[in-house]
């Protein structure tokens, strides 16, 4: 079965600084791989996805994700940080099987300030 | 265009009574998520709905926990004689295809319960 490990509860960064966000999965064959963010009382809204071709992805806000096969990670980017970025950050794969669910990791809090 | 609707946002149960959670998806997605989300638990899946195929009911917890989709189109979750473990969000989610895997599924702003 796969899954997804975020081992960071909480990330904490100042505003104009770059962030990371840590993800890595297990998986059989290939990987399916998205970020996903929540804002309070929020649903979760789609950040980017890796399916195959070029290991950084690039998807909204400014966020990017590299993708390193030999690491298994998928870790979210981004270049500047801004406080409106603090929020919920879940990574996910996607089952390849026939329910194509997604597992999720245990999500990361993004703490951007000033 | 219109996202995924959840109604109601909020409901407030008392133990044993049964509650009805509704899910509208975006027009034209044939897959249809449940998910749950509670403190200490993440998101778990619950159950998913492809088209007019059977349901994968593989993640529902409990016999109390039922769902069915109505027309291919709107779903409704329901909770017989709710149990205060059952307190959480309840989210909803369509794609396009539950087939193609690599369709992103978009997600509702979820059903907060409490059972009290």
């Known amino acids: 079965a796969q899954s997804v490990a975020q081992p960071e509860d909480q990330v904490n960064v100042a505003e104009g600084n770059p962030l990371t966000v840590k993800c890595t999965y297990s998986?059989?064959?290939?990987?399916?791989l998205f970020w996903y963010v929540q804002y309070p009382n929020r649903g979760l809204q789609f950040l980017l996805k890796?399916?195959?071709?070029?290991?950084l992805v690039k998807g909204s806000y400014g966020f990017e994700a590299e993708f390193n096969k030999s690491q298994t990670s998928f870790h979210l980017k981004k270049p500047s940080a801004l406080v409106s970025d603090s929020a919920l950050y879940f990574c996910?794969?996607?089952?390849?099987?026939?329910?194509?669910?997604?597992?999720f990791g245990t999500g990361t809090r993004l703490q951007v300030t000033l | 265009g219109a996202g995924v609707s959840q109604s109601p946002s909020n409901k407030v149960t008392e133990k044993g009574k049964d509650v009805e959670l509704r899910c509208d998806p975006i027009?034209?997605?044939?897959?249809l998520y449940w998910y749950r989300q509670s403190l200490g638990q993440g998101l778990e899946f619950l159950i998913y709905f492809q088209g007019n195929s059977a349901p994968d009911k593989s993640g529902l917890p409990s016999d109390r926990f039922s769902a069915e989709r109505t027309g291919g189109s709107v779903s409704t979750l329901t909770i017989q004689r709710t149990q205060q473990e059952d307190s959480a969000v309840y989210l909803c989610a369509s794609s396009i295809s539950g087939i193609r895997l690599a369709d992103e599924q978009y997600f509702g702003p979820g059903t907060r319960l409490t059972v009290t």
């Open positions: 996910a794969v996607r089952d390849t099987g026939t329910a194509s669910k997604l597992t």
């Open positions: 890796y399916i195959t071709g070029d290991n």
């Open positions: 998986v059989s064959g290939n990987p399916y």
């Open positions: 027009s034209g997605h044939t897959a």
